[in-house]
């Protein structure tokens, strides 16, 4: 069963159109190394300098794991440094935005 993972980054001031277009096309060989990792969907909304991320990947914390030293993950990470105020250490120990509510299915 794939988990659903929300996740909040911030920009640095005035990063946000660099940010919009280095996302408009991610490389190749990131695109595959995420699917291998089983991330199965990751969509990203921008608030001006917030941005909130919500990934369907078969397991976050292997998936942070793998892509922690993966040739593909490394320079993606130090050009999101650049623009983030908070760099990401793919640790893998962290579990995303805690869920605290849902519309319960089913109901109608």
């Given at each position: 069963m794939p988990e659903t993972i929300a996740l909040h980054t911030r920009l640095k001031t005035g990063a946000e159109a660099e940010y919009d277009r280095v996302h408009a096309t991610i490389p190749d060989d990131l695109d595959v190394a995420l699917r291998e990792a089983g991330v199965r969907s990751w969509r990203i909304?921008?608030?001006?300098?917030?941005?909130?991320?919500?990934?369907?990947?078969d397991d976050y914390r292997a998936m942070r794991r793998h892509l922690a030293q993966h040739p593909a993950?490394?320079?993606?990470?130090?050009?999101?440094?650049?623009?983030?105020?908070?760099?990401d250490d793919y640790s893998g120990d962290d579990r995303g935005?805690?869920?605290?509510w849902a519309l319960p299915l089913g109901r109608g």
């Open positions: 909304w921008r608030d001006g300098r917030d941005l909130f991320h919500l990934v369907e990947v993950n490394i320079p993606w990470q130090e050009r999101m440094a650049e623009l983030l105020d908070v760099p935005i805690p869920l605290v």
